[in-house]
């Protein structure tokens, strides 16, 4: 699909000029179109045929406003359910899914966001992970990676600006988008010079864990959960830093103890700690071991295991609990200067 949209004189590749291209090429008038939703990609080319694509459809859905989060009480995944968690080093059976599109209207701009699934693609992958990016954010990560890893990339052609009449909402325009971007995830993603690049994890993980960290020190507790655990999900399928795993682990700790969740909160702790195993001088160490004895004092569970492993951690270390931070303390101010 990409290689007769591009041959059609309005699309063109990624060059190696990257200075002088416009990452924010996404942009257009908010004249241009007047509706809220989203343009889904859909395998039926019966479903509203003058979007039609070869095959597969770009359909119209209107904005569902029933399932916003305000109205989640309940949010689940595999560690909530008690199966833990493994952490690999090499994002082997990974698959990228660009499921839909949308156009956000609220600026004075228009952007076609993409909404991209990570799934793994052996056994059953209960742990939602969903994003969504525009053009942009794609061109900036092509354009880091290009620049320190150049022979990575070679093959790739990325897409470039749309020229002529053909605007960014055209159906084609997305549709090859769409390829590419799914193209270019699945072709970098195993390289661990790629996937433990800063852009790498600006693109993945950062903006969620950003806001979430927000929304943890302004008590939004449900908004705040609901993107550490996409983040976290991320986090596991992408190879991310250990360290940078368990900060995420420790918020939601925080977040279930907030909540009064405290069976959820402990779950999450032990799976931090398993993390953690003897290294006495993370920081994490210390407040999620303390953490984890108050959550099974509540909870009636045997503490005095993890009693004797803090007074070990506190010789060892020479910091006593009570001058460590406190896990909510290191999960709001995580992303401080």
């Known amino acids: 699909m990409q290689s007769s949209v591009e041959s059609s004189g309005f699309f063109e590749t990624f060059n190696n000029d990257m200075d002088d291209f416009d990452l924010e090429d996404d942009d257009f008038p908010i004249g241009t179109i007047s509706f809220n939703g989203r343009l889904v990609i859909s395998g039926d080319?019966?479903?509203?045929?003058?979007?039609?694509?070869?095959?597969?459809?770009?359909?119209?859905?209107?904005?569902?406003?029933?399932?916003?989060?305000?109205?989640?009480?309940?949010?689940?995944?595999?560690?909530?359910r008690g199966y833990g968690m493994s952490v690999n080093t090499d994002p082997q059976n990974i698959k990228f899914d660009i499921i839909s599109t949308r156009i956000n209207e609220n600026q004075?701009?228009?952007?076609?966001?993409?909404?991209?699934?990570?799934?793994?693609?052996e056994g059953i992958d209960t742990d939602k992970a969903l994003i969504d990016r525009r053009y942009s954010d794609f061109a900036a990560l092509y354009k880091a990676l290009k620049k320190d890893h150049s022979?990575?990339?070679?093959?790739?052609?990325?897409?470039?600006?749309?020229?002529?009449?053909k605007s960014n909402l055209n159906p084609e325009v997305i549709e090859a988008r769409r390829c590419a971007f799914e193209s270019f995830l699945q072709k970098i993603h195993t390289h661990k010079e790629i996937f433990h690049h800063p852009a790498f994890r600006k693109f993945f993980y950062l903006p969620e864990l950003h806001e979430a960290t927000e929304h943890l020190k302004g008590?939004?507790?449900?908004?705040?959960?609901?993107?550490?655990?996409?983040?976290?999900?991320?986090?596991?399928?992408?190879?991310?830093?250990v360290r940078e795993i368990i900060a995420t682990l420790a918020a939601i700790v925080v977040v279930h103890?907030?909540?009064?969740?405290?069976?959820?909160?402990?779950?999450?702790?032990?799976?931090?700690?398993?993390?953690?195993?003897?290294?006495?001088?993370?920081?994490?160490?210390?407040?999620?071991?303390?953490?984890?004895?108050?959550?099974?004092?509540?909870?009636?569970?045997?503490?005095?295991?993890?009693?004797?492993h803090l007074a070990r951690v506190q010789r060892t270390s020479g910091i006593d609990v009570d001058c460590a931070f406190t896990l909510r303390e290191l999960a709001v101010t995580r992303f401080s200067v």
């Open 108 to 121: 004075r701009k228009q952007h076609v966001f993409y909404t991209l699934m990570v799934l793994k693609t």
């Open 45 to 80: 080319p019966n479903v509203f045929p003058v979007l039609g694509t070869g095959g597969r459809g770009i359909v119209f859905v209107p904005e569902d406003k029933s399932t916003d989060c305000d109205g989640e009480d309940h949010i689940d995944d595999s560690i909530c």
């Open 151 to 165: 022979k990575l990339l070679e093959g790739i052609n990325f897409p470039g600006k749309v020229f002529g009449q």
């Open 257 to 308: 103890d907030a909540q009064s969740k405290f069976e959820e909160a402990e779950r999450y702790a032990t799976v931090a700690l398993e993390l953690i195993k003897e290294d006495h001088f993370c920081s994490y160490l210390i407040p999620l071991l303390d953490a984890t004895i108050r959550l099974r004092c509540k909870l009636r569970k045997d503490k005095r295991t993890l009693e004797m």
């Open 219 to 241: 008590g939004k507790l449900k908004h705040s959960l609901k993107l550490l655990l996409n983040s976290l999900h991320l986090q596991v399928k992408l190879c991310d830093q």
